[in-house]
């Protein structure tokens, strides 16, 4: 069974600094890609950046340049750095991981609430 879980959320002030933890357990083959997805209130869910086993990285435009996605292939464990963090970052963070040849996401977090608010 694959489980991810999350951590490292919490309120910021705008223009500071979070960073978000997810540890996957299960089969290592789960975890080719893993990645952060957010939703905020009112909105569907959106990708915020993945990375796969090599180091291959893709990020939304929205978070280009502020956010920094990072893995460590021993630990399953994926982070997200986000730095210079604006009111509308606010959202529900989820992990996310798949499978090589799936064509989705095969497995969520239960997310991590990011709230940037003065």
């Known amino acids: 069974q694959v489980q991810l879980v999350e951590s490292g959320g919490g309120l910021v002030q705008p223009g500071g600094s979070l960073r978000l933890s997810c540890v996957g357990s299960?089969?290592?083959?789960?975890?080719?890609?893993m990645g952060w997805y957010r939703q905020a209130p009112g909105k569907q869910r959106e990708l915020v950046a993945t990375?796969?086993?090599?180091?291959?990285?893709n990020y939304a435009d929205s978070v280009k340049g502020r956010f920094t996605i990072s893995r460590d292939n021993a630990k399953n464990t994926v982070y997200l750095q986000m730095n210079s963090l604006k009111p509308e970052d606010t959202a529900v963070y989820y992990c996310?991981?798949?499978?090589?040849?799936?064509?989705?996401?095969?497995?969520w977090g239960q997310g991590t609430q990011v709230t940037v608010s003065a």
């Open positions: 996310s991981s798949k499978r090589l040849l799936t064509a989705g996401v095969d497995y």
């Open positions: 299960g089969s290592t083959s789960s975890f080719f890609v």
């Open positions: 990375i796969t086993r090599g180091g291959n990285t």
